[in-house]
């Protein structure tokens, strides 16, 4: 209960400084997690130990727009987000090895989609839209006994970083339409790990430019 009381205390108070107002879009980068990625404006940042119960989870979640405790637009970057032995490299392992996976997502975990993709330049993960109905065996014998209507959608790309971190993003707000997953798929080809000599080189950048002045 302490954990939703604080979610919801935190959006109110995001949306009362003017987060849903448009911006340019910005190019966040976590000093926590070492990452970078171009979103639609500059997100208000929450850790996930408010969104779970679990202080193990590692990652954000960047808000741009909410509306009371709703939020209606934001990414959850999720560190750790899977075992890496029992999720195929999308990269290198056979393509009959992906494929199994795949057919075996879709038919048992509430996927309406689930298909191979590339998540930025040469790096490939899945892309899972939640199913908006789902069949329901009631009493557990096996047999469909009627479909629940999900309340909203999401949708989800699982895929290894370049340094080998397995890692989930989940587009927020139930927006799963094909302009909106085209929107997410082009935020995360901006998707970059930032590295100790990363850092070095733009700080490096930073003192010749202050030289000059």
Sequence with gaps: MLKK????????????TG???????????????????VCPSEPKVLPLRVMYDDPSKQGEMLVFESEGFDVKS????????????????????SKKFIEQYIEAKKGNEGYDVFQLIEVTKGNKGVLGVTAKEIEIDEDGDGTIDGVAIADHQEA??????????????????????????NNFRAALETFKEVTASDKKDKSDKKSKKDKKK
Excluded at 5 to 16: E, I
Excluded at 160 to 181: K, N, Y
């Design 74 to 93: 934001g990414w959850v970057i999720m560190f750790d987000a899977f075992d890496t032995t029992m999720v195929p490299n999308f990269n290198n392992d």
């Design 5 to 16: 009381f604080l979610l919801m205390l935190t959006l109110s108070l995001l949306t009362m």
């Design 156 to 181: 989800v790309v699982f895929f290894r970083t370049t340094l080998g971190r397995c890692t989930a993003i989940t587009l927020l707000g139930g927006d799963v339409s094909e302009p909106a997953i």
């Design 19 to 37: 987060l849903t107002e448009a911006a340019d879009s910005f190019e966040y980068v976590s000093e926590e997690y070492h990452y970078s990625i």
